[in-house]
Each structure stands twice: as structure tokens, then as C-alpha cells.
């Protein structure tokens, strides 16, 4: 399932040209000699905006192995859809899905809605903000210990209330160079996910680009044996879609 997701939403790219607009990207690793290690990260996201209305709607995923096995096995979809009752505010319904094999949660989904606002929108700065609060459903893994293989602890679906904040950031230090940071926290009783996404892309022709990437991300409660924090590091091709 996971993989047919992702095909779609890269099949979706294909009509986006006058009314859909956007950006794909990925990265690729590949070592082998004293040490076998594989990974591969990619992102898409598109948009189409009216006068009225805005909708987004992506995805990424994350795979990396080495000669143990898999180190990671992340997917995730995403989507929202804005609509302007002025210039600069707007309220918005959005819904997050994800799957992470290493991150002690099964699975993770997410519907909200709340309100948002562009607080800067010039030609060099975007700053855009959202608040709201919304319903997530998730199931937690089993948990084992590391050294005797006994189960510390049963994994378990629930849902609750979560609140729910956004703050995307797409600044041009010059014509060719751009920081682009996206951040977002869910926060609910039983536990807190947070995630951001810093980009330094510096454009090399009109529609492809080079991404030096850094993400945080952050459960406060996971599972037995599982970590709160994940970091990635990544070095990515960047393509317009126009």
C-alpha cells in the first residue's frame, strides 16, 4: 500500500502545469566496499490557488538499510485545503497520515481545522501561520527488550483531542539562494508530535535546484525502547514543477 500512495501522488505531478504548480525532490545514497548502506528520501508537494481558495496536498518517504537490515521505513500524505475571508486570513481543514516502521507508532492520522494567516507575503519573504485543533487516531507497536527479546510492553490503538500549530517560513537571501523552514506540532494528553524541516536550496537552472536539508522529529511519548527524537540529514535535487 504504501508504495502504490506515493506512485500516486508522483503520477499526480504530471497534469501540473498551468493550474497546479509545485516541488519534488529526492536523494539517493549508495555505499558498498567495507560497509553495504542504501538510502533514499523523496517529497512532493503541489498546489492549486483561486482567489478564494488554496489546496496543497503531498507526500515523502524515507527508506535506509544496511548490512544488518532496515534503519528506517517512513512514509506519510498529507493535505489541506484554505479558504481567504480576507486578504491575509483563512481558515483551513487539513488531514496528515503517516507510517514509521522506527518510530514505535504504528501509524499516526490526523484531521483539523482552525484558522491561518499570511503574516508576511512580499516577493523576497512568506511567512505563513496556522492554529487549530483537530481528532488523532494512532496505534503504538510492541515494544521487546533489546537484550532478552521479552515484551516490555503491547502495543495499542486509541484517538484524542489535539491542538494543533503551523509555521512555514520561504525566504530569498538572494536570486538564486532561498531558506525555507516548516514546522508543525500536534499536542494531545497522551502524546505531543513535533516536526521541522530546515532548507538551504540553491537554484542551479530555472526549474532545478540543490537542497541541503535538516529535520527534527518528536514524539514525547512513545513506546518502551523507542526514542523521542529523530534527526535527518539530507542532500537533495529539487525540481519546479511549473
Request: glycine letters at 8%; proline letters at 2%.
Amino acid at each position: 500500500m504504501r508504495r502504490w500512495v506515493f506512485a500516486a501522488l508522483v503520477a499526480a505531478a504530471a497534469p501540473a502545469h498551468a493550474d497546479w504548480t509545485g516541488k519534488g525532490e529526492a536523494g539517493l545514497v549508495f555505499a558498498s566496499g567495507n560497509t553495504d548502506t542504501e538510502t533514499a528520501n523523496a517529497k512532493l508537494q503541489l498546489t492549486h490557488e483561486s482567489d478564494s481558495w488554496k489546496n496543497t496536498l503531498g507526500g515523502a518517504a524515507l527508506y535506509a538499510s544496511d548490512e544488518e537490515g532496515k534503519t528506517a521505513n517512513r512514509w506519510e500524505v498529507f493535505g489541506q485545503t484554505d479558504w481567504k475571508f480576507t486578504q491575509r486570513n483563512f481558515l483551513f481543514g487539513a488531514g496528515r497520515y503517516e507510517e514509521d516502521e522506527f518510530s514505535g507508532f504504528e501509524y499516526q492520522a490526523t484531521a483539523s481545522y482552525g484558522i491561518g494567516r499570511r503574516f508576511f507575503d512580499t516577493p523576497t519573504t512568506k511567512m505563513i501561520g496556522t492554529l487549530g485543533a483537530g481528532y488523532k487516531f494512532f496505534e503504538t507497536r510492541d515494544s521487546f527488550d533489546e537484550e532478552t527479546g521479552v515484551l516490555i510492553e503491547e502495543g495499542d490503538s486509541d484517538s484524542e483531542v489535539v491542538f494543533r500549530g503551523t509555521l512555514d517560513l520561504d525566504h530569498q537571501f538572494t536570486a538564486t539562494t532561498n531558506l525555507i523552514n516548516k514546522f508543525i506540532v500536534e499536542s494531545g494528553a497522551d502524546n505531543t508530535f513535533v516536526q521541522n524541516d530546515l532548507s538551504l536550496q540553491v537554484k542551479m537552472t530555472d526549474v532545478l535546484a540543490l537542497a541541503l536539508g535538516y529535520s527534527v522529529r518528536y514524539n514525547s511519548n512513545p513506546p518502551a525502547e523507542f526514542e523521542e527524537t529523530d534527526t535527518l540529514t539530507t542532500i537533495n535535487l529539487v525540481y519546479d514543477i511549473k
